[in-house]
């Protein structure tokens, strides 16, 4: 079985052959992976609109958004007052307040803590905000980290004001 | 087999193989030696494992979006038609599978029963076959019953009554199948465990298939033993493994058309109305690759001796390599076997097509003489045949074919047959 | 490369004899040009549009499409309606949500996302309205029935007076094409029954190739893009062929038995 022709045209349909067939392999391989992706009917629910007319300044209600909770509080004055006195460098990530709503009346961020992913309770922690029961993240009345191993501030999602009374949330 | 004594070039590979000799196993596949003469018959071994392949492959893909309870059952397999990324592609290439998966199956079962690949020493490798057979007919049966259609619903309920054929505890038997009083919830939940299972069996035993025909090697169109390794064998890599890429590629288009512009005409209808246990469909018919038993189900007029008949035909085929008598097993040189193949392929493809006819009538009749046939060709007529019958002389070795049975090469009559029948080699 | 051509050879024609097995009784239908049908079929976007007319004013009293959502009308390969105009079309449907903070429920305009409504709330309050008969949900039924497309087109322009040898019972009609020939649904289409809002003339054939057309995308709704990619998928498995084929010449060359 000893090959003494000139290799050019041998190796040209080898390697031809062998890219064409690795191109159809990754080519069908993309459906399979692609399958475990969101389907259209839950990216059909990405967006949440709701009524906040029933939300009284102080209270805060929690929606669901992609199977996650959202906080959406109505901070009193002082609340915002707190939030807006404090000074970046005090901050782990620091953020003014200023950017993180839209309407200094609504915060709306996800109840998320950037930890480790659980829900923080409200209106507690060393900086009446949120502590986080799991691993004790401390966050204030704008949702920012401030003392515990979370690394970043709780995230804000993309949101609009449809009217006074109804946040569209994605 | 000389790969025993392979040792791997490397360092590393060297202590990884004194350890475990998977390496040994590699070089063992690669250098197998392979009958040359091989026609593209004998590609559908590697075909069929690429079947399995892509049938576990996507059912598995299936099984994270299917939801196995009769309230959801078909909404779910709706769900991944409409909205799961590519969820019609690949439901479709697992529906369509199947029918590939039989389809090959039977060109290799008919390649065998054509070239007495089931004879001695390869008695084993058949009967595992048959297995295999046996547990991918009760897959796709299962497989079936799962989209909860209309077909899904009464196909369970008549196979499953097959069973109260059993005198004294078919009952019982078919009430601990449905795990209840008709098929419901119970059952459909087994039938979607079992039909996870059972691939997995299918890939072990065909495992022990291979491992099967490598201790004897292929059987090859003339049907006589070679000298492995030597002039009539080249090694498996790369020369059976290009020729079988070479064959699957066809044999992919034609899925690939099923697949993309006929995708349920192998299917039925009634099968996208969900089930519905008060209404039967007017016109019960099983998947096209179970239709010949179907046929023999139908074609005898008592139920257990209809149950009995068609197992039967099914489990003579595991006492064929004792029943067909002949020495010599190529139909190549068995000019008289030759002729009966082919009226039991046409047998079995009349079977086939009663079975989806109404059993009355005409259809009922000719059901009943192909039924009988099947039985006489498997027990009358192969072992009598083997014992009978006039074959052509048989070459000594593939690469040498006109020293073959010198003593009779001097008639020239004798001389041009061989020629003939080694022409139809290929 | 003869061998080959005959086991293809085989394989169809074993394959296709199988199907005329499936379809020997199949009834001889009436015959009309559809656009999705052979290897580039594509759906007639104004005639999807305009069977979707038919169904929400003619169809939807009776029958369900429980399995689409609203959102479907906007997507790819279907009528394509602007998503502005899918929400509003959404929001004309109430359903009914809940339930809110004060645990009770409530109904709502219908958003995208929402499923079709559904004129009856189960099977047997459709049975009930309808004398008996359950008007089949419609999501999947062009490929519930053998014939699909063809049949359901038949069998809404099938209404006939019943031969002498028929007797029929009150509230039930004689068609052609049902099986049995008889069926409880009255003969839904009229010519002028509706106006197209697109202007075109709103003739009973019409309206039957309309609401076909829209059932077989509700049954189907990706089959442009199958179609699409089952050409590209063929063509590459034929490239591919051609040069394995090649690659098997070459190597067994070096053996002279031939492939």
């Not at chain 2, 893909?61 to 959801?72: N, P, Q, R």
């Not at chain 2, 059993?359 to 046939?373: K, P, S, V």
């Not at chain 3, 559809?34 to 290897?39: I, N, R």
């Not at chain 3, 089959?223 to 034929?238: A, D, M, P, S």
Request: aromatic share 12%; net charge neutral.
């Amino acid at each position: 079985m000893s090959d003494k022709k000139p290799k050019n045209r041998r190796d040209f349909i080898f390697t031809a052959t062998a890219a064409a067939g690795a191109v159809g392999v990754g080519a069908a391989v993309w459906p399979l992976v692609d399958q475990m992706n969101p389907d259209a009917s839950v990216k059909a629910l990405a967006s949440t609109e709701v009524d906040i007319s029933s939300v009284k300044p102080g209270q805060s209600i929690t929606v669901v958004w992609r199977g996650k909770p959202v906080f959406i509080k109505r901070r009193t004055k002082e609340e915002i007052d707190k939030a807006r006195s404090v000074s970046l460098d005090q901050l782990k990530h620091p953020e003014k307040d200023e950017d993180r709503v839209k309407n200094p009346e609504w915060l709306v961020m996800l109840g998320i803590c950037t930890h480790l992913g659980c829900v923080p309770l409200s209106d507690k922690g060393e900086y009446d905000g949120w502590f986080c029961p799991c691993h004790g993240s401390h966050y204030d009345t704008s949702g920012r980290i401030r003392k515990g191993p979370a690394p970043i501030n709780m995230e804000i999602p993309e949101y609009v004001f449809l009217n006074e009374s109804t946040i569209k949330i994605g | 087999m000389s790969d025993n004594n392979y040792t791997p070039n490397s360092k590393i590979g060297k202590w990884f193989n004194d350890r475990l000799p998977l390496l040994t196993l590699a070089n063992h596949l690669t250098d197998y030696p392979t009958p040359k003469n091989l026609n593209y018959w004998w590609t559908f071994g590697g075909i069929l494992t690429f079947c399995l392949i892509t049938q576990i492959i996507t059912g598995l893909v299936l099984a994270m979006h299917y939801i196995a309870d009769t309230k959801l059952a078909f909404a779910s397999v709706e769900h991944i038609m409409r909205d799961v990324n590519y969820g019609w592609l690949i439901r479709y290439v697992h529906a369509n599978g199947a029918s590939m998966f039989f389809l090959a199956v039977y060109i290799h079962i008919f390649r065998s029963l054509f070239y007495g690949s089931y004879k001695s020493p390869r008695e084993i490798i058949w009967i595992l076959g048959i297995i295999i057979y046996l547990l991918m007919m009760a897959a796709a049966f299962m497989g079936y019953v799962l989209p909860w259609g209309q077909m899904s619903y009464w196909g369970a309920t008549v196979i499953t009554n097959l069973f109260s054929a059993i005198p004294f505890i078919g009952e019982g038997i078919t009430t601990w199948l449905w795990g209840g009083y008709s098929v419901d919830n119970p059952t459909l939940t087994r039938f979607y465990a079992l039909h996870y299972l059972i691939p997995f069996l299918i890939l072990g035993l065909v495992v022990l298939h291979i491992w099967a025909l490598h201790v004897p090697g292929n059987n090859n169109p003339a049907g006589i033993e070679i000298k492995k390794p030597s002039n009539d064998t080249v090694p498996f890599h790369p020369y059976i493994v290009v020729k079988d890429a070479f064959a699957l590629l066809l044999f992919l288009i034609v899925f690939a058309f099923f697949v993309f512009y006929t995708p349920n005409i192998l299917g039925h209808a009634d099968n996208y109305i969900e089930a519905n246990p008060l209404v039967t469909p007017a016109h019960i018919v099983p998947e096209w690759y179970l239709l010949p038993f179907y046929a023999i189900l139908r074609s005898v007029p008592d139920k257990l001796m209809g149950v009995i008949a068609m197992f039967s035909a099914i489990l003579i085929l595991a006492a064929l390599p004792w029943l067909d008598t002949s020495k010599v097993r190529s139909a190549i040189f068995r000019p008289l076997y030759k002729q009966f193949y082919w009226i039991l392929v046409i047998d079995v493809l009349i079977l086939g097509y009663v079975g989806a006819m109404p059993a009355e009538g005409l259809y009922l009749l000719i059901a009943r003489i192909a039924t009988a046939y099947y039985f006489i060709h498997f027990l009358i007529i192969l072992p009598v045949l083997g014992l009978t019958e006039k074959t052509n002389p048989i070459p000594l070795s593939i690469s040498e074919p006109v020293l073959a049975g010198s003593a009779m090469a001097t008639k020239s009559l004798e001389k041009d047959k061989i020629e003939n029948n080694l022409k139809s080699l290929g | 490369m003869k061998k080959i051509a005959n086991i293809l050879i085989l394989i169809i024609s074993i394959l296709l004899i199988q199907n005329h097995s499936f379809s020997a009784e199949t009834h001889k239908f009436l015959k009309t040009e559809w656009t999705f049908k052979g290897l580039f079929g594509k759906y007639d976007r104004a005639s999807l549009q305009r069977g979707y007319q038919v169904y929400t004013e003619v169809c939807a009293a009776c029958h369900s499409m429980q399995y689409l959502s609203y959102r479907n009308l906007a997507e790819p390969g279907g009528p394509e309606f602007s998503e502005q105009e899918v929400k509003v079309i959404a929001a004309s449907f109430e359903v009914l949500d809940g339930p809110n903070s004060d645990g009770e429920m409530f109904m709502r305009p219908a958003k995208l996302s929402d499923k079709f409504v559904m004129p009856y709330d189960n099977v047997e309050a459709s049975k009930a309205a309808n004398g008996g008969a359950y008007p089949p949900d419609m999501s999947v039924l062009a490929k519930a029935r053998k014939g699909g497309a063809d049949y359901i087109y038949s069998l809404l322009l099938g209404y006939d007076d019943p031969p002498a040898d028929i007797k029929l019972d009150d509230g039930v009609y004689y068609n052609k094409y049902m099986y049995g020939n008889k069926i409880k649904m009255s003969a839904p289409l009229s010519d002028d029954l509706i106006e197209y809002s697109d202007g075109t003339k709103a003739t009973k054939e019409q309206m039957a190739k309309d609401i076909t057309t829209f059932l077989m995308w509700s049954a189907e709704p990706h089959l442009e893009t199958r179609h699409k990619t089952g050409f590209r998928v063929i063509v590459y498995l034929i490239i591919l062929s051609i040069l394995v084929y090649f690659t098997m010449k070459k190597i067994w060359s070096r053996v002279e038995t031939k492939v």
